[in-house]
């Protein structure tokens, strides 16, 4: 047992990395070194631990509670001392409120592309100022129920026989994403948005699957993203056929 203490002890120290990593460009000072689970920060002296708050709110997602907590930072609920939030959008309003040193995980107006009822207007815009050519790589999408007459035509045209996918605007995680194909599955009242189902989408082994590269924009002007070197493959578990 005492052996084994000492081998846990020493795997222990062996995990312990700097809090502090240095900057990869010139002249900016060295940033916080971000953990995961099976890794541990040296401590850093108080007089800069008192500093580091992170501000907690209601979706604040549980690992980024804990990889905070492991980073030397201390959580608060306070609305204006605080050095990173991960939280909801803020209107415009909000943004001017922020500091230069606070970082928050929006930048102004991203929702317009977050959400796939503005993502599909914003691009509807683009098509028309640049060109379909250009702006093809979409599906023709149908915001309810504002387009309610425009998806009726569309359906009728096709013989009723396509299918359509049906998604919550402002969801995720594939939650609330429906395919059907008779008119009494679309909602009259609720805000959703409906496009073509692909007839024949690209699969492996008769399974659907996608391919997801994960970005990190810290800047937008200048335009600044890190790639993060792997990426991820999903493949559904039940097939098409």
């Known amino acids: 047992m005492k052996s084994a203490r ?7 120290h062996d995990n312990t990395q700097p809090a502090l990593i240095k900057s990869l460009f010139p002249n900016v000072p060295p940033y916080i070194n971000f953990v995961t689970e099976n890794e541990r920060v040296e401590q850093l002296p108080w007089e800069y631990r008192r500093l580091l708050k992170w501000r907690m709110c209601s979706i604040t997602p ?7 907590n492991r980073s030397n930072f201390r959580p608060t609920k306070k609305h ?6 991960w939280g909801k959008h803020m209107k415009a309003p ?4 922020i500091r230069e040193y606070q970082k928050l995980n ?11 009822d ?37 359906w009728e045209d096709g013989g009723g ?19 059907v194909n008779k008119w009494n599955q679309i909602p009259k009242k609720r805000p959703v ?9 690209l699969l492996i082994n008769d399974s659907k699957f996608d391919c997801r590269v994960y970005v990190y924009v810290t800047s937008l002007d200048p335009l600044r993203i890190y790639v993060y070197e792997d990426g991820l493959v999903r493949i559904c578990s039940t097939n098409l056929t």
Not at 62 to 68: D, F, G, K, Q, W
Not at 80 to 85: I, K, N, P, T
Not at 106 to 113: D, T
Not at 166 to 178: D, T, V
Request: aromatic share 16%; hydrophobic share 35%; net charge positive.
């Open 6 to 12: 000492r081998r846990t002890h020493s795997s222990y």
């Open 118 to 154: 503005r993502l599909w207007r914003n691009l509807s815009k683009l098509q028309v100022s640049f060109g379909k050519k250009e702006f093809s790589f979409f599906p023709t999408t149908y915001v309810l129920p504002y387009d309610m007459k425009g998806l009726k035509r569309a």
């Open 62 to 68: 549980n690992i980024v509670r804990h990889v905070v």
């Open 161 to 179: 026989k396509a299918k359509w996918i049906i998604k919550p605007p402002a969801s995720a995680r594939g939650i609330g994403i429906k395919v």
């Open 80 to 85: 204006y001392d605080w050095l990173g939030c």
């Open 106 to 116: 929006h930048f102004p107006g991203s929702f317009q592309i977050g959400r796939k």
């Open 193 to 201: 948005i409906v496009q073509k189902y692909l007839a024949r989408p």
């Open 94 to 97: 909000g943004f001017k409120s």
